[in-house]
């Protein structure tokens, strides 16, 4: 199956950035869209983003519009979820995840990474 890995997490203060990454271990990206999900212990995974194959398309949690961006880039099978001014509330495990049949962001997501943590506070 599809191996995906974050990184870029961390702790940074409110208002603060962080850019975190996603990468495919031994597959290619450019047939899928990607997604990045969030969860907090005791709440519903939320979706943050999601970016079509080819990346025509991008979708974004109103809670995040104007202050995330996902990009995408299928020469290094990596996807990017730019993140500034941070908020305490944006605080959680942040998944990658790809849509593997039809490349589109309207269906379920088939493979998950582990997760990268994001913590904002003072």
């Known amino acids: 199956q599809l191996e995906l890995v974050e990184s870029g997490g961390g702790t940074v203060q409110p208002g603060g950035s962080l850019r975190l990454s996603c990468t495919a271990r031994r597959h290619t990206l450019d047939q899928y869209a990607i997604g990045w999900f969030r969860q907090v212990p005791g709440k519903e995974r939320e979706r943050v983003t999601c970016i079509s194959r080819g990346g025509d398309t991008t979708i974004y949690a109103d809670s995040v519009k104007g202050r995330f961006t996902i990009t995408r880039d299928d020469a290094t099978d990596k996807a990017y979820l730019h993140m500034v001014g941070l908020k305490p509330e944006d605080t959680g495990l942040y998944y990658c995840?790809?849509?593997?049949?039809?490349?589109?962001?309207?269906?379920?997501?088939?493979?998950w990474g582990k997760g990268t943590l994001v913590t904002v506070s003072s």
């Open positions: 995840a790809v849509e593997a049949v039809f490349g589109n962001c309207r269906r379920s997501m088939d493979w």
